[in-house]
């Protein structure tokens, strides 16, 4: 994916995006994680019904503005998770499977590297994923990030694979192979959005039910 070289008739900021992921491709997809990551929290938020972050109430009118976006802490969190983790990692796994994979063709090469991404590469990213999700929603023990990682990697895992071949077929079939790297990182981020929000909803829920058995004060 990393050999990609941008194709006649694109549109400029397309083809501009394809010239730097040829030229520099983790700089490219780790700025590109970043960016995504960042506006799927918000997305994600305003999705789940989340409050908006609580800011005091002498602070500047624009910092006023940008909770009520949606934009807080949690968000440039998730940008240098994608920067720092989840770019190069996945960088890093697609590579070996394409390294594995170089110079084989045909159905039994495309169905080998399709389940070798399902069952290798894909548990690798949801855990790391999930790990880190724990964390930057506050989780500070091992304890409470094993919790996570056992409560939702089974969900997510069985809908990665029920979508994650789907558009992989999709890609192999359709479109020209400079573009799968835009195409995958596309689906990741309404996916990774779709999940996002799904823990969101779980962790609303959770703190609704606590304040219910809370004993009520007279």
Known sequence: MSSAVAPRKLNPLLAAYLRNL???????????TA??????????????GAPPPRVARDAPFLVHLLARAQVSSKAFKMAAYGFLISAPMSHTLVNALQRVFAGKSGLGARVGMLLASQLVVAPIQIFAFLSCMAVINGANSLDAITKTVKAGFGKVIRITWMTSPVYTVFAQQFLPTELWVPFFTFMQFLTGTYFNTKIKKMQLAAEAAKKEKEPKKD
């Open 35 to 48: 960016a995504l990551q960042f506006f799927q929290e918000i997305l994600a938020s305003h999705l789940a």
């Open 22 to 32: 040829s030229a520099h491709p983790l700089r490219t997809k780790a700025l590109t």
